[in-house]
């Protein structure tokens, strides 16, 4: 089976044939690369299969995985082709690594948040954990998508409070709207714009870590 979308993978140095790993797929903002989040996981690759996915839209300098047709507003159809293609991925990493079904975590930044807090709610309980930075989640997907059970989902959300291209109530609305459904939610306020500051890093580091034991 050949891949629906390329990425690029990192994994244990050493793999115990008989064990299955957690998994963490990462999703980039809008115009960047499958290269460019792999700093922000450094060291993860030590008990993760890492696999980050670069956007099957080209978007220069870098690709995308759907396109806008106003603000706060994805293509329709775009977005949707762009979820499904994630899912067929997720599928196919799930079929062609030794990973664990029960450990499947999902980490985006902007745009690739927008993704990842969208596939948790059409994946559900299938998910165990999303490091959403800076996203927000379409309308429709509220209003029109089949929404699964998120009872035992855990969320790591954040967005910072000078955020010039998303708005910090965006990221307030998505911790209020997880938390109405029941998932596990830790939402975390940062003094900056659009972008994952240091601070930010080290605190879903170690939130991940941590959800890794329980």
Known sequence: MNSPMIYELRRPKQTDPNKIYPALFVMHGIGSNEQNMLSLVEGLEEKF???SVRGHLTQPPGYAFFTI?????????????????????IDYASEQYPIDPNQLYLLGFSQ???VSMTLGLTLGNRIKGIIALSGYIPGFVKEEY???PVNNLSLFISHGDMDQVLPYEWGQANNEYFKELGADVT???????????LRNQQDFMEWIKDSLKK
């Not at 939402?187 to 500051?197: A, I, L």
């Open 69 to 89: 047709e106003g603000y706060g507003k994805p293509h329709r159809a775009v977005f949707d082709e762009g979820i499904r293609k994630l899912t067929s991925f």
């Open 187 to 197: 939402f975390k306020t940062y003094h900056e714009g659009h972008t994952v500051s």
């Open 112 to 114: 690739g948040a927008i």
């Open 49 to 51: 299969f890492i696999f």
């Open 146 to 148: 089949n929404i699964k």
